[in-house]
């Protein structure tokens, strides 16, 4: 069973538009969220981390988090084709023999067209 | 900004030989972690490291594998006798605690088994 699923893409969207980025895990203990952009043959880079159910915004970018469906989604406003890239979503574990691992979603390919 | 810094950034081997892997940590931050990603695959954890001792690791960490922290400022992951199948890149990351603190992940570098 995988244990962090995201939809391969590729999504495609105008520039200027919403783009929806969406994530399911499947360990319930599961305490901290995190959404990373990869660019081609570059390393994470972290856009957003949240903690809490709800929303958090920052800049263009906002995640949401409902741990009771066990999902998590990030949402880009006003699309740049500078967003063009792989977005990781990455989860770990509570405390316990945790130790900081984070398990990481195989990535959406998001493509911003002019 | 500080940052993490690995070098080098693509390293060639002939397969049976042994590589060692640099990366300077984010100077206050207290654990480090190294994390492959084979070519269209995922990002995978290896191993954790604090307080100068493996925290966690993975089923991939096997005995082919140690990591290091050979003074202050380094931290390595060496490769004792490399395989065509540890072709990947690798990345180290660090952060300043576990819990829901933040990863920030270094550049990368392209190992290739011959």
């Known amino acids: 069973q995988k244990e962090v699923e995201q939809n391969s893409g590729p999504l495609s969207v105008p520039e200027g538009a919403i783009a929806s980025l969406n994530c399911t895990y499947s360990d319930r203990g599961s305490q901290s969220f995190f959404w990373y952009r990869q660019y081609s043959g570059k390393s994470p880079e972290l856009i957003m981390s949240i903690y809490s159910n709800g929303d958090k915004e920052d800049g263009r970018f906002t995640a949401q988090l409902n741990k009771a469906s066990q999902y998590v989604s990030l949402l880009i406003r006003d699309s740049q084709p500078s967003d063009s890239a792989t977005y990781l979503c990455a989860v770990r574990l509570a405390g316990g023999t945790s130790y900081g691992k984070l398990t990481f979603g195989q990535g959406t390919i998001l493509t911003v067209h002019p | 900004e500080p940052e993490v810094t690995q070098t080098p950034s693509h390293q060639v081997t002939q397969m049976g030989q042994e590589v060692i892997l640099r990366c300077v940590p984010i100077s206050n931050h207290l654990y480090f972690y190294w994390y492959r990603q084979i070519l269209g695959q995922k990002v995978e954890f290896l191993v954790s490291f604090y307080n100068n001792e493996i925290s966690e690791k993975s089923e991939i960490f096997d005995d082919q594998f140690s990591v290091e922290r050979p003074d202050g400022s380094n931290f390595t992951l060496k490769i004792r006798s490399t395989k065509l199948e540890d072709s990947a890149m690798y990345f180290c990351?660090?952060?300043?605690?576990?819990?829901?603190?933040?990863?920030?992940f270094g550049p990368g570098t392209r190992l290739t088994v011959t």
């Open positions: 990351a660090s952060s300043l605690g576990t819990g829901g603190y933040e990863q920030y």
